[in-house]
């Protein structure tokens, strides 16, 4: 019968590849079976059975840094006066960056600042030194004052973290 089938499918069709399997069961596997239409039936034999492909596994994502708490005080910013100036890291002062002057802080550190009266953050590049003000724990570009909600005011209290060493 099978053979009935087959040869009926080769004279449909040139010399072509078909994909047989039992939909009886789960386990069946697939037999590839070449069909030409000059072969008799009976010399017809099925392919290898082809082995699955192996799913390619999806990288984990980075873990979340993890900022280490470091302080509260008032938090200032820079003024547009500023603009193209060198900082102390040689980069020129951008207000549209997310960067911000540190006394002490190594250049290039990610500090997580939050604004302590509504709770919004901002993650901030060191690369400059600052604040000169007795009274100011870090001086913000324009862009990070403005994600604060302190830019109108032109100052705020802040909580600072920085980013842990892996």
Do not use: W
């Amino acid at each position: 019968m099978r053979a009935i089938i087959i040869s009926k499918v080769a004279a449909l069709c040139s010399a072509t590849m078909f994909l047989i399997a039992s939909p009886l069961h789960a386990d069946s596997a697939l037999v590839r079976v070449a069909v030409s239409p000059t072969a008799p039936a009976a010399t017809l034999s099925p392919a290898p059975v082809l082995s699955p492909v192996p799913a390619t596994a999806v990288p984990a994502p980075p873990p979340a840094p993890v900022y280490q708490p470091m302080g509260k005080g008032i938090a200032s910013y820079y003024g547009r006066e500023l603009i193209g100036a060198r900082t102390a890291s040689g980069e020129r002062y951008d207000p549209g960056a997310l960067t911000a002057a540190h006394r002490s802080l190594p250049m290039g550190s990610h500090v997580q600042v939050t604004n302590a009266a509504t709770g919004q953050s901002v993650i901030v590049t060191i690369n400059d030194r600052g604040p000169f003000h007795g009274n100011r724990v870090i001086d913000l570009s324009q862009a990070a004052a403005r994600q604060l909600g302190i830019e109108r005011a032109g100052s705020g209290m802040v909580s600072l973290a920085v980013e842990a060493d892996d």
